[in-house]
């Protein structure tokens, strides 16, 4: 039988699910954020009456909030005082997920910890998101940056002595993905046991996952990674080369049946006969002798005509784009992923954000909300947990509730 949402529409898979997030910056809103985005109902917990510092970063993190908090509702509670505490136990005790981000303790110091709801809520899953697992540095702060440091990752990206973190958030969003993937795999076990329970994803051990083919690499090959920026190859040809009229693009060979097509093709007869260049470690050891060569005959063609002629032999190329350059992306465009999401309290405008990178079927998940504004859903939410008109007045008087008093604003579906 097809589960259908109102309107004849199939519902997403986590529908029905109720999700409260006391998180801020990227890794806990990135698991709130792969949950809503697969139906659940996600409130985001926000300090009244300034909300989520996030909304104010400036620099590399101006585009933070509006990228990870899609298809949330807004509820800005403050909780220093016993009725905005109170409030929130009350949202615990009827949810499925909470996923927290604070400093280690942070919860259990307000009365929300996991052993206090999860006695108010047994099978409630409690979602932290921390630096690290718990072990020797459990209590020292953490940040991608930091991680990407002591994990090796900076090393990998650098120059030799010069460590450079990623040039994304790339812990902070791979932590949240396996944050929401602990959180699917509770709540698959919570139907056969009735019980929830305690998933913890942490920064530093996601590094470690991330770096460890580099690991790996140094018991099988008895040498310690080089730097992407200085490393050994495993393909002869698989660099960025320099076009005419100052462009640039990447160049796979990455097998010897490729090497021939791509000899053949760039008129490069007498490499490709050559016996010393016939399988792919030799080619890697005889770089010097044909890569000068190659990027002499790159340097004097275009862009776009090496792109037609590499696409022609089927082989891997990437012309070196900025992440601005993705607004326009034809395929990106064509394939439903980019989302045209509102910046809150910007009127008038919005963002080309991109979606979750998954097919569920033949379906792209999609908007549903815009990111809200602070407190947008407080009173709805205040209502449906019982509170009457006159009761939130009050709390909003005291100050317990930042209450925005516009109408939700939903994104067409």
């Known amino acids: 039988m097809t589960n259908e949402a109102e309107g004849g529409q199939p519902s997403l898979p986590l529908a029905g699910v109720r999700v409260i997030e006391f998180a801020h910056m990227v890794m806990g809103p990135t698991c709130g954020l792969i949950l809503a985005d697969l139906g659940a109902e996600v409130i985001k917990i926000e300090p009244a ?70 006695a108010l809520n047994p099978g409630l899953i409690y979602c932290s998101a921390k630096g690290f697992l718990p072990g020797p540095y459990e209590s020292r702060t953490a940040l991608d940056e930091v991680v990407q440091m002591m994990g090796g990752l900076a090393h990998m990206t650098g120059l030799p002595g010069r460590p450079l973190r990623a040039g994304a958030s790339v812990n902070d969003v791979m932590g949240g993905m396996f944050a929401a993937l602990g959180v699917l795999a509770a709540l698959l076990e919570r139907r056969s046991s009735g019980q929830g329970q305690q998933v913890t994803s942490a920064l530093f051990e996601n590094c470690a996952f991330l770096v460890g083919q580099h690991m790996t690499q140094r018991v099988v090959s008895g040498r310690s990674a080089e730097p992407m920026t200085n490393r050994q190859a495993a393909w002869a040809v698989y660099d960025v080369f320099d076009c005419a009229e100052g462009e640039q693009l990447f160049i796979g060979v990455v097998s010897d049946r490729q090497w021939q097509a791509f000899c053949k093709n760039f008129g490069l007869d007498d490499l490709a006969r050559d016996p010393a260049l016939e399988s792919n470690p030799q080619r890697c050891a005889a770089r010097d002798r044909f890569m000068p060569r190659l990027r002499s005959l790159f340097a004097q063609r275009s862009r776009e005509e090496l792109i037609n002629q590499i696409a022609a032999i089927g082989l891997p190329y990437a012309p070196i784009n900025r992440p601005d350059d993705l607004f326009d992306d034809p395929h990106l465009l064509a394939t439903g992923g980019l989302l045209p999401t509102a910046v809150p309290d ?55 509730v930042f209450a925005e008093a516009e109408a939700l604003e939903t994104a067409e579906t």
């Open 346 to 400: 910007q009127p008038g405008v919005s963002a080309a954000v991109p979606g979750l990178p998954l097919l569920l079927g033949e379906r792209r998940l999609g908007l549903r909300r815009h990111p809200p504004r602070i407190g947008q859903d407080s009173r709805q939410v205040l209502e449906e947990l019982g509170l009457s008109a006159e009761r939130i007045d009050q709390l909003t008087a005291a100050g317990v």
């Open 49 to 118: 009456p300034k909300g989520d510092n996030t909304r104010r970063l400036t620099g590399s993190g101006a585009g933070f909030f509006v990228t990870y908090n899609r298809n949330k509702r807004s509820l800005a509670l403050d909780l220093k005082q016993p009725q905005g505490l109170e409030i929130a136990r009350a949202l615990a005790a009827e949810a499925d997920v909470l996923v927290e981000n604070f400093r280690p303790g942070g919860m259990d110091k307000l009365g929300l910890g996991y052993p206090a709801l999860s």
